[in-house]
């Protein structure tokens, strides 16, 4: 602004931190801003690129100024202008660092801010306790809204797989292989013997005559055998005898 705005406000009793109010008449929009410096020539106000965008205002318009009272902002709501905006590591504290540069926020406005060699702009939704507030020295709360164009990522439920245990084949010791059982080998009816009956059966004796298995024979011994006396034989001597010559 030029110094002239400086002396004119100085005879007044203004607040500070100095707070105006910007109309541009010919489209009926109004926006809120600080000042940065009074060394501009007389008749003429410099602003910023995306401030004269809210004005709809050209370069060489007419702007009408007014200073101005405003509270101070407890809350703030903001709507990126572009899902580019979701890239940033941590935007919230992006969005607080570049908030120092400004000096008051007005609902409906778009503002840019500059990160890593890019402008990102946002429209403020939404200001509390008023539709234009003072962020200078406050503690405000900030929130987001979705970003212009943004759509969310389609969610597909994936059912878990339910986990197979021992899904390998094993290995017998003897080489067969697993689950293959020999087939019996078939009976010849010649094979199948019955019992005997017992035809010397007394009432109160059960006998039972198995001929399944074999019945071991008797050997039979000698009677030299069974009187068979253990050291009954005659003794040698380790020592030879003497022959007489």
């Not at 503690?139 to 389609?154: H, I, Q, R």
């Not at 878990?160 to 292989?177: C, H, I, M, Q, V």
């Given at each position: 602004?030029?110094?002239?705005?400086?002396?004119?406000?100085?005879?007044?009793?203004?607040?500070?931190?100095?707070?105006?109010?910007?109309?541009?008449?010919?489209?009926?929009?109004?926006?809120?801003?600080?000042?940065?410096?009074?060394?501009?020539?007389?008749?003429?106000?410099?602003?910023?690129?995306?401030?004269?965008?809210?004005?709809?205002?050209?370069?060489?318009?007419?702007?009408?100024?007014?200073?101005?009272?405003?509270?101070?902002?407890?809350?703030?709501?903001?709507?990126?202008?572009?899902?580019?905006?979701?890239?940033?590591?941590?935007?919230?504290?992006?969005?607080?660092?570049?908030?120092?540069?400004?000096a008051c926020l007005t609902t409906g406005d778009v503002i840019a801010i500059n990160?890593?060699?890019?402008?990102?702009?946002?429209?403020?939704?939404?200001?509390?306790?008023?539709?234009?507030?003072?962020?200078?020295?406050?503690?405000?709360?900030?929130?987001?809204?979705?970003?212009?164009?943004?759509?969310?990522?389609?969610?597909?439920?994936?059912?878990?797989?339910?986990?197979?245990?021992?899904?390998?084949?094993?290995?017998?010791?003897?080489?067969?292989?697993?689950?293959?059982?020999?087939?019996?080998?078939?009976?010849?009816?010649?094979?199948?013997?019955?019992?005997?009956?017992?035809?010397?059966?007394?009432?109160?004796?059960?006998?039972?005559?198995?001929?399944?298995?074999?019945?071991?024979?008797?050997?039979?011994?000698?009677?030299?055998?069974?009187?068979?006396?253990?050291?009954?034989?005659?003794?040698?001597?380790?020592?030879?005898?003497?022959?007489?010559?």
């Amino acid at each position: 602004m030029p110094p002239s705005a400086l002396d004119q406000l100085s005879r007044l009793n203004i607040t500070y931190p100095m707070l105006f109010k910007l109309t541009n008449k010919n489209s009926d929009r109004m926006t809120h801003c600080g000042v940065l410096e009074f060394v501009a020539d007389e008749g003429i106000c410099y602003l910023p690129h995306w401030m004269m965008q809210n004005l709809l205002l050209e370069e060489g318009g007419l702007v009408q100024v007014e200073s101005v009272n405003l509270m101070v902002a407890t809350y703030s709501k903001f709507q990126p202008q572009s899902p580019d905006f979701l890239d940033i590591t941590n935007p919230k504290a992006v969005l607080e660092n570049a908030l120092r540069n400004f000096a008051c926020l007005t609902t409906g406005d778009v503002i840019a801010i500059n990160y890593n060699e890019k402008i990102y702009e946002l429209r403020v939704m939404e200001t509390k306790p008023d539709k234009a507030v003072s962020i200078i020295e406050c503690d405000m709360n900030v929130d987001f809204d979705a970003p212009l164009g943004y759509k969310e990522p389609e969610r597909h439920m994936q059912r878990p797989e339910e986990p197979t245990a021992f899904t390998g084949s094993g290995n017998r010791l003897d080489g067969k292989k697993k689950g293959i059982e020999p087939s019996p080998a078939p009976l010849d009816p010649s094979d199948i013997k019955r019992g005997i009956p017992n035809y010397d059966f007394k009432i109160g004796r059960i006998t039972f005559i198995r001929n399944s298995r074999q019945q071991p024979r008797k050997i039979e011994t000698d009677d030299t055998a069974s009187n068979f006396i253990a050291f009954s034989g005659e003794g040698q001597s380790l020592r030879k005898k003497d022959r007489k010559p």
